[in-house]
């Protein structure tokens, strides 16, 4: 069907109209952030300008003509994500025409960004892989119980907040934002992993942006029971300081369903594997709003368990679990908690934040809150809910010992140490133990 060799994706010139002034732009510096599903190119200009933009096949190419423009730094060398290679030529004495050969067909997106407070005037050009568009990402997790048991681990999908050409909050010692989240989120993956009968999944893996919608997306191609987002805060005010963790407020919510509801692709896996397509309008906001309230349920539940493992280790900004309309928090099907681990705009907080050992006090904490959530809202099929019943579990709390909990218990030291994984008897305020029922 694809006979022709030219495909015209945009056949107007885009952005902003030049007017009769012949002042022409400038291109001063060219960023590309490679993600697993896409790639962006990201050209700073002096101003916005207009562009055409079109796509050649055989070989692959994007081309981007630029009006009234000139090139002031030299391309990128090498290839980078799905491009190979970057050229350029003048053409008609004031414009440019830049030349993308891409790897493979991809279907590009572009817009201009206007200026923030890291960049000025953009021109962004994402490159879409459409072979992997709409297929599930790889999971290249084992399994780890299944073999075990015929039980599955419940899932977590980890997302580290912004990346790419979005930086988030910033430090008074030039800390990124995206930086010592995604460091966080890796910390906090091994803690998890390394837990029986749990499992993480990493939304975000390396400096690219990722839209919200896709980060849900992810997580539900992972099949996760959870989703946990890990940001850091910033305020104009350097002494605030604390953690907070948010659900999504319910306002937010509920416009988010009826949103949802005019998704007809998006309906199928929505609601527990129950296609809605062949529902009245009613019966599926019912079935949905159903879906979100058990949702929110559980989101309240993780977070303030989350909430009060991370108090044992951390300053809290918030004693409750906040609300906030966070885009990120809006998936119907998967209970969804936002996590702002400390204020980088707090000098003392943004020290803590780069420090390893803090990244690591931080994470197990978390996966304590995560231990207790799941003890207390059991996901059925899962090695986790068919220990709970077999099990009970003790948080240490100030001045316990191994042996002290092993007394209490009826259970000598070595077991404890064999259930709980124990490499010595070092334990930790807040930790949580698993303890066999009935002893
Ligand atoms: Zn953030």
New binding site residues.
């Given amino acids: 069907m694809m006979t022709r060799k030219l495909i015209l994706i945009v056949g107007l010139w885009l952005g902003v109209s030049g007017g009769v002034h012949a002042a022409s732009t400038d291109i001063t510096g060219v960023r590309a952030w490679p993600a697993p599903d896409h790639t962006r190119l990201v050209f700073e200009i002096s101003a916005p300008l207009e562009y055409k933009l079109f796509t050649l096949k055989n070989p692959e190419r994007i081309v981007i003509d630029l009006k009234q423009t000139r090139l002031r730094k030299s391309l990128p060398t090498g290839s980078v994500g799905f491009v190979k290679r970057l050229r350029s030529a003048t053409r008609n004495k004031n414009d440019l025409r830049i030349v993308l050969d891409t790897r493979k067909l991809v279907k590009p997106k572009t817009f201009l960004l206007t200026p923030n407070k890291t960049y000025g005037h953009r021109l962004v050009v994402d490159l879409y892989d459409q072979a992997k568009s709409g297929t599930k990402i790889k999971s290249s997790q084992p399994v780890k119980q299944l073999i075990e048991s015929g039980l599955r681990d419940v899932v977590i999908a980890i997302d580290a907040?912004?990346g790419g050409e979005d930086p988030?909050?910033l430090g008074r010692k030039g800390t990124r934002?995206k930086d010592v989240?995604l460091s966080i989120a890796r910390e906090l993956k091994k803690k998890i992993d390394a837990q029986r009968g749990m499992r993480a999944v990493l939304v975000r893996n390396g400096d690219y942006y990722i839209k919200h919608r896709r980060r849900m997306q992810i997580a539900r191609q992972a099949k996760a029971d959870l989703f946990i987002s890990i940001?850091?805060?910033a305020f104009k005010d350097h002494r605030a300081k604390g953690a907070s963790v948010y659900v999504l407020s319910e306002r937010g919510a509920s416009s988010e369903a009826a949103k949802w509801l005019a998704q007809q692709e998006n309906q199928a896996d929505l609601v527990g594997g129950v296609s809605l397509d062949d529902k009245d309008p009613l019966t599926k906001k019912v079935l949905l709003d159903l879906s979100q309230n058990a949702t929110q349920e559980d989101s309240h539940t993780s977070a303030a368990e989350v909430l009060r493992a991370m108090g044992r280790v951390t300053r809290l900004h918030k004693k409750q679990v906040q609300q906030a309309g966070f885009l990120v928090l809006k998936s119907p099907d998967i209970p969804s908690i936002l996590i702002?681990t400390a204020y980088i705009s707090n000098p003392a907080e943004e020290k803590n934040l780069r420090s390893k050992a803090y990244q690591h006090k931080l994470a197990l904490a978390i996966v304590d809150g995560l231990k207790r959530y799941f003890e207390r809202s059991p996901q059925p099929g899962t090695l986790l809910a068919s220990l709970a019943q077999s099990t009970q579990h003790h948080t240490i709390s100030r001045g316990e010992t191994l042996s002290l909990i092993a007394d209490r218990y009826r259970i000598s030291v070595r077991s404890l140490r064999a259930m709980n994984k124990l490499a010595s008897d070092k334990i930790r305020i807040g930790q949580v133990l698993v303890i066999p029922r009935g002893t």
């Fill in positions: 907040g912004h988030g909050a934002e989240v940001h850091a805060d702002e």
